[in-house]
């Protein structure tokens, strides 16, 4: 199985704030990544496919960068509504695995 | 309105089963691979199992933990995706979302709100 070790798993930050999250792969595999923005008791929301593409109506402040076994999710320009936790998905072979989360916090 | 609702969702005791059901809506979803993922209470997201179209014959694909247990399925006449869970155990108590997955993204590009399952003696 691909292990996903997100770093770090919580962090605080301040609105305006530049946060990078990074995910790391146990393997090597083509950038068949994705990143989950959820809340507290609702369902996922889909932020970045393809490691770096932007999914339909997602803020540009929103960015997907790396390739290999590193990436990352950047957020420029920290606002209210972007606090919540941040899981990435590794979806280039079954079983589809998720990282630990990264929980993002005033 | 394009949206996926789950129901079935409740307590059962270990051992026993529980069928989910994913009702789609606003979309076709004979055109997509449909997904079950998973969130046991104060936990990460676990993949559970994945259903392919007719164009890929209807085949499936299971996590580790759930395989030989759970059981997806789909009627497309009906826009309906299911899971049949079976042998329950108390480390399926989750709350259990279906999700669409995008044609040319591979994104899980709509969820539903999901539903609780409680395995609890």
């Known amino acids: 199985d691909v292990q996903m070790t997100q770093s770090p798993s919580s962090l605080s930050a301040s609105l305006g704030d530049r946060v990078t999250i990074t995910c790391r792969a146990s393997?090597?595999?083509?950038?068949?990544l994705a990143w989950f923005q959820q809340k507290p008791g609702k369902a996922p929301k889909s932020l970045i496919y393809g490691a770096s593409s932007l999914q339909s109506g997602v803020p540009s402040r929103f960015s997907g960068s790396g390739s290999g076994t590193d990436f990352t999710l950047t957020i420029s320009g920290l606002q209210p509504e972007d606090f919540a936790t941040y899981y990435c998905q590794q979806y280039n072979a079954y079983p589809l695995t998720f990282g630990g989360g990264t929980k993002v916090e005033i | 309105e394009v949206q996926l609702v789950e129901s079935g969702g409740g307590l059962v005791q270990p051992g026993g089963s529980l069928r989910l059901s994913c009702a789609a809506s606003?979309?076709?979803?004979?055109?997509?691979?449909m997904d079950w993922v998973r969130q046991a209470p104060g936990k990460g997201l676990e993949w559970v199992a994945r259903?392919?179209?007719?164009?890929?014959?209807?085949?499936?694909d299971y996590a580790a933990s759930v395989k030989g247990r759970f059981t997806i399925s789909r009627d497309d006449s009906k826009n309906s995706l299911y899971l049949q869970m079976n042998s329950l155990k108390t480390e399926d108590t989750a709350v259990y979302y279906c999700?669409?997955?995008?044609?040319?993204?591979?994104?899980?590009?709509?969820w539903g709100r999901g539903t609780l399952v409680t395995v609890s003696s």
């Open positions: 259903s392919r179209t007719k164009a890929r014959s209807y085949t499936t």
């Open positions: 999700a669409r997955v995008g044609i040319t993204t591979w994104l899980f590009d709509l």
């Open positions: 606003g979309f076709i979803l004979s055109d997509h691979y």
């Open positions: 393997q090597d595999f083509n950038n068949n």
